[in-house]
């Protein structure tokens, strides 16, 4: 099993930045992809961005929500991945988790997805 826990969500100003955390504990895996999602009040949750290691290397996707400002990084001696979020708008505002997928990314978003986190609140408004 494998266990997620976010952190660094908060009410932020628009204009401002947040930077989230997710580490990870239990399993470990050779290959693997760590991911942020993002559910907005009343929609579907939304591929942010993921980050995924393998033997063959490295490598970083983002989705629509993800593109331009914020960026996805890991540290893998700490089994944590992080989402710097910068220029933040209102309508970033939503339930942010972090997700792990075995393999790596397979580009199936949410569907592709191993294990949850139970999410961090981020709201932008002034």
């Known amino acids: 099993q494998v266990q997620l826990v976010e952190s660094g969500g908060g009410l932020v100003q628009p204009g401002g930045s947040l930077r989230l955390s997710c580490g990870a504990s239990g399993r470990t895996f050779s290959s693997v992809a760590m991911a942020w999602f993002r559910q907005a009040p009343g929609k579907e949750r939304d591929f942010v961005a993921a980050s995924t290691i393998s033997e063959s290397g490295t490598g970083t996707y983002y989705g629509d929500s993800g593109k331009g400002r914020f960026t996805i990084s890991r540290d893998n001696a700490k089994n944590t991945v992080y989402l710097q979020m910068n220029s933040l708008k209102p309508e970033d505002t939503g339930v942010y988790y972090c997700?792990?997928?075995?393999?790596?990314?397979?580009?199936?978003?949410?569907?592709?997805?191993?294990?949850w986190g139970k999410g961090t609140l981020v709201t932008v408004s002034s």
């Open positions: 997700a792990l997928e075995q393999g790596g990314y397979s580009n199936r978003g949410r569907d592709g997805m191993d294990y």
